[in-house]
Nanobody
Framework: QVQLVESGGGLVQPGGSLRLSCAASGLAFSRSAMGWYRQAPGKLRELVAHITSGGMITYTDSVKGRFTISRDNAKNTVTLQMNSLKPEDTAVYYC?????????WGKGTLVTVSS
């Protein structure tokens, strides 16, 4: 059974930083593409950052230059370093894994950017 467990969310002031982590189990992590999505109140879930099994990375335009995704195949973790946070980054952030067409999701962690 695949489990994706996010951690690291919380309340931060504008301009601050947070580091989200996702611990994965029950899947062939090194062969899986991993990503972070977010869903703000009243909005659709959107892709934030994605990293393939080979290390290719994509970001949504609004976070380029501020967020960094990375993976550690030895520890089965994927991390999202978020800097220069803005109020519009407020959302529930979800870890996502996809392998051979099978998609799995974590339960999410709330990030609130507010003064």
């Amino acid at each position: 059974q695949v489990q994706l467990v996010e951690s690291g969310g919380g309340l931060v002031q504008p301009g601050g930083s947070l580091r989200l982590s996702c611990a994965a189990s029950g899947l062939a992590f090194s062969r899986s593409a991993m990503g972070w999505y977010r869903q703000a109140p009243g909005k659709l879930r959107e892709l934030v950052a994605h990293i393939t099994s080979g290390g290719m990375i994509t970001y949504t335009d609004s976070v380029k230059g501020r967020f960094t995704i990375s993976r550690d195949n030895a520890k089965n973790t994927v991390t999202l370093q978020m800097n220069s946070l803005k109020p519009e980054d407020t959302a529930v952030y979800y870890c996502h894994a996809v392998l051979d067409g099978k998609h799995d999701w974590g339960k999410g962690t709330l990030v609130t950017v507010s003064s």
